[in-house]
């Protein structure tokens, strides 16, 4: 009786405490930090941004498929542009903003309070790579949408932001961009430990500025060529200059941190891609010493692709990506040699003061993707002494030429080679079959996709923005050509 006795009593104690709880305490968040360091934020900001532009999901990445270097098998939704159907531009448009914009916001006033252990130049270096990525971030987004928030963006304050005029977010982020150029510091740290895409290399991040600058001037060479001269003249000279200095970040061999095409593709266990019949029957037609680390044969022993938009019978009859693409620590790249080489190519064809050659950059490029992919010098000096690819004979005029080298090595960077295809108009894409499907809207005709329309929650929550930044960009549709892309 006295062991039945003393649980009764505790038991009762255990109720009279609880009653005299204060309802209060439960508003105390005790699983979650007090304080977030500049570094942890940084981290997650960069990770979420590469996993962002690496992954091949169907619900927030398609560019692989916009630039026609997959197809899809079964489900072939987001290769007909079918993009509202899971809310494709909401998740791409808050993976930006919500991710990494306000992780990379939060840090640079956060590194102002961490005087007890970093020095004031090194502060400086944060917040200038944190404006770096800042302004990768707002170009992506003005690229895929045209106008878009950034005065009002982030202010808690604004429940429903304006949209910027697109050329006007440009121009902010170039000054953005060469503050914080001027502001690093190569002689002092970084970010440290906790910088997992350059490791604390900040001579590797004024290459990644530089880089950028030079992408962000060429974007604008039909709309502005006196502001992209200026851009790409005082990049070229700084931005990467080998394959070694190429800007990726690497991932590892076991969950969680693995390649998100490898989780996409592999450890999802689905067979949702096959590579599309324009690109690799372009490869095949010029006999690309890359298409073996693109794409492997089908069970026939041969490559073959689906054109876009029609169902794939038999999965085993077409050529999938690759075991290297789909390798768990194949890295995401951010930046190469071969993409700044035949920028350079361009701007040299424009009559801007960059050294060389056209055809010297040209080769250049072909050369080092080539290797970059794994092939030999001599595979490449082989392949671009072909007619069809040497910069003397291959047809069409630079933009053709640079354009399919482009297409060519910016492989597995959907992104990138959509935006690179819009602003050059080649390769020659096809509209993808639709069947019964009809994306297009209001008597807009048939195309290419060739920009993402508005997330459908700021129709619904900001619906006067919406419908003025509609208007100002002419339609909020698919086939609207964007700020940097009138001619």
Partial sequence: MKIIFNVLAISGAMLLASCTKNITDYNNIT???????????????????????????????????????????????????????????????STFYKDVIKDLTEASKVVQTETLT?????????????????????????????????????NIAVIQPSYDDASQVFDAISTKLDNALTNLDVAEAGYGSSDLLLHDDVSGWK?????????????????????????VTDAAPNVISSNDENIMMNYLAAPPNTNPVWEDLVQSQR???????????????????RIGFFFETNVDGVYVGQSPGYK??????????????????????FFSYAEMELLKAEAVERGYAVAGTAEDHYNAAIDASVQEWGGSLADAQLYRAQPGISYTTA??????????????????????????????????????YMGATNPFKDGETPGLLIRMTYPVIEQNVNGANYNAASAAIGKDQITQKLWFDLN
Avoid at 72 to 84: K, L, S, V
Avoid at 212 to 231: C, F, H, S, T, W
Avoid at 271 to 289: E, I, K, R, T, W
Avoid at 312 to 333: E, F, I, Q, R
């Fill in 207 to 231: 290459r990644f500025g530089y880089s950028l600058k030079m992408r962000m001037g060429m974007l604008i060479a039909d709309v502005n060529p006196a502001k992209a001269e200026l851009m």
């Fill in 395 to 432: 047809p069409g005029d630079y933009k053709q030429k640079i354009g399919l080298q482009s297409w060519f090595a910016l492989y597995n960077r959907g992104f990138d080679a959509w935006t690179q295809y819009r602003r050059l108009d080649f390769p020659v894409l096809e509209v993808p």
């Fill in 31 to 93: 699983t979650s930090p007090l304080a977030v360091s500049s570094g942890s934020l940084f981290a997650n900001a960069t990770v979420n941004l590469s996993d962002e532009m690496a992954n091949t999901n169907v619900n927030d990445n398609n560019f692989r498929l916009w630039a026609q270097y997959w197809t899809e098998t079964t489900y072939r939704d987001e290769t007909r542009y079918n993009i509202n159907g899971r809310s494709i531009s909401d998740r791409w448009w």
């Fill in 118 to 154: 970093l020095t004031p130049a090194q502060i400086q270096n944060r917040v200038a790579i944190n404006d770096m990525m800042i302004t990768y971030c707002y170009y992506t987004l003005i690229t895929t949408f045209g106008n878009v928030p950034y005065t009002d963006a982030l």
């Fill in 312 to 333: 794939v019978p038999n999965y085993k009859d077409y050529s999938v990506p690759s075991d290297k693409v789909a390798d768990p620590l194949m890295p995401h790249t």
């Fill in 271 to 289: 067979h949702d891609y096959v590579g599309a019949s324009p690109f690799v029957d372009s490869l095949l037609a010029y006999n690309d010493p």
